[in-house]
């Protein structure tokens, strides 16, 4: 090629349009999820032992589930809680949900809609939906005192008294296992101090991918298990065998991601070559 | 294709705010401004019915919990922060907050975010039954724990073989903030597959 060509590439590649690299970004998320490539998928390590630690959990077991997440980060955390559901009410295991973002009470009640039905589990017996309560890292503290004086009423304004499932659950001492579904603060590193941290409890979930690396310090010894963000999504789904909405977006997640890194590194090397021909004294 | 008129308007909302990636342009600004609007008077609503009212008002008016008046009135100092002359009040309540706060985390934070941070830390390099891996694994972990606090430690010049310690901790927190980007990335891609499939799932219905 000749040298002028070459200048005139780089010249090129190095001022070229974003639009272009929007459109390219656009086309690796579409393309798979019209025409889906079934790449392969394997759990890590912090997800096999969410799963594990639900899997072992004996039947009945009370599971409380904080929906700490907001429409935003629905797509990676609505998968998780579909996911987790689905597991727990699978394995006869007792659902408590709260939320301590306002609109997590509402998602929560969707995930239970999508999948209380195909178990078979009765609001009031097998779920209970607490709702929203401000107040963050103090709620979570509550819980340790007493469940009924921190949430008198359900989501619906039912008094907890009329909900079997509530009779005989008043504080950390009766739930088995804490799960925190986690798009910020407040959110899971809460639930790490206060449940684990004061109260012993067992605590695991999921999380925005955005906020996964300042959680997996945590694992394994203050969180038994942690989903990061919708690739944890579609290995929890692969787990427990029910293909859903995050394995469907991880073939897109994997060629877009393919192509960043093709983009970072076409950058760099034409960044080095201008920065090289610069020092040569010519033109870039 | 779907029928169902909300859905229809999202789709159109959608396009609206993806239409800035062109360039900015009237329905770009037409989208945002009702997002902001909408927003501020939802959350209004929201937070007087499921904060203000069950909190503060049911407990203070219907049940006659007088200690209820002293929230009431911290309340009413922040707001005050809205009149420059005694905007001072709110430094009141936000004493209160930060004092409370303050209460709550130190021990608990102390204890989850440090102490047991350390005692995570402090594995033995070479367990007994272990693995290569779980040996390696565990050197690593205290080869970028100690280079990465000598980074920090600037009591003594990074020159020497303290700079060559330094250097290496640079590399385990390059590490670290690469794989932080490469989560963000993940995060901002699984927005837009969200987007996406709403478009092709949910409205035009070809997946």
Redesign the interface.
């Known amino acids: 090629m000749a040298p002028e060509m070459r200048v005139s590439i780089v010249e090129r590649l190095r001022n070229i349009d974003r639009?272009v690299i929007?459109v390219l970004?656009?086309a690796a998320?579409?393309i798979p999820?019209?025409h889906p490539l079934g790449l392969p998928l394997k759990s890590s390590p912090p997800s096999s032992s969410l799963y594990r630690e639900i899997e072992n959990l004996g039947p009945g077991s009370v599971v409380l589930m904080a929906f700490d997440y907001d429409p935003?980060t629905?797509?990676?955390l609505g998968p998780m809680s579909l996911a987790l559901l689905k597991h727990c009410f699978s394995r006869g295991h007792k659902v408590v949900s709260l939320a301590l973002w306002?609109m997590g009470a509402s998602l929560a009640r969707a995930s239970f809609a999508q999948t209380a039905e195909e178990f078979g589990a009765k609001y009031g017996v097998d779920y209970v939906n607490l709702g929203?309560k401000?107040g963050g890292?103090?709620v979570i503290?509550s819980l340790g005192k007493s469940i009924h004086e921190s949430f008198p009423k359900d989501v619906d304004g039912t008094p907890l008294e009329e909900l079997p499932l509530m009779r005989n659950i008043n504080s950390y001492a009766d739930i088995d296992f804490v799960l925190g579904l986690s798009a910020g603060d407040p959110g899971l590193?809460f639930w790490?101090?206060?449940a684990?941290?004061?109260y012993g409890k067992k605590v695991g979930g999921g999380c925005?991918?955005?906020s996964?690396?300042m959680l997996y310090?945590y694992y394994p010894?203050?969180l038994l298990g942690l989903l990061?963000?919708?690739?944890g999504a579609a290995e929890y789904e692969l787990l427990i065998e029910a293909k859903g909405?995050a394995t469907?977006?991880m073939d897109?997640?994997s060629i877009?991601?393919a192509l960043?890194v093709l983009f970072v590194i076409i950058g760099n090397l034409f960044y080095f070559m201008g920065r090289s021909r610069e020092k040569r004294g010519g033109q870039i | 294709m779907t029928a169902d008129i909300g859905t229809w308007l999202a789709a159109f909302l959608t396009l609206c705010i993806f239409s800035f990636l062109y360039k900015d342009n009237p329905f770009y600004k037409f989208a945002e401004h009702l997002f902001v609007g909408i927003s501020a008077g939802y959350w209004l609503c929201y937070h007087f019915w499921n904060t203000v009212k069950p909190n503060l008002y049911d407990n203070l008016v219907e049940k006659g919990e007088w200690q209820y008046l002293l929230p009431l009135f911290l309340g009413i100092c922040m707001l005050l922060r809205l009149f420059s002359k005694i905007g001072w009040f709110s430094r009141w309540a936000i004493a209160f907050m930060i004092g409370s706060g303050a209460g709550i985390m130190i021990i608990t934070y102390l204890q989850s975010n440090f102490l047991e941070q350390i005692k995570s830390t402090l594995v033995s390099l070479d367990p007994a039954g272990s693995s290569w891996t779980q040996v390696a694994n565990n050197s690593l972990l205290f080869i970028g724990v100690v280079t990465g606090l000598v980074y920090f430690f600037f009591s003594k010049a990074h020159t020497g073989i303290t700079g060559g310690v330094a250097r290496v901790g640079v590399v385990f927190l390059m590490i670290c903030f690469g794989a932080s980007f490469g989560y963000t990335v993940m995060a901002r891609i699984s927005l837009l597959i969200g987007r996406m499939y709403f478009l092709l799932h949910n409205w035009l219905g070809v997946v």
């Open positions: 639009r929007f970004v656009a998320v579409i999820l019209l935003a629905d797509v990676e306002p929203f401000a890292i103090v503290d590193p790490i101090m206060i684990q941290g004061r925005t991918a955005v996964a690396p310090p010894n203050q990061g963000g919708m690739k909405s469907k977006g897109a997640q877009a991601h960043i």
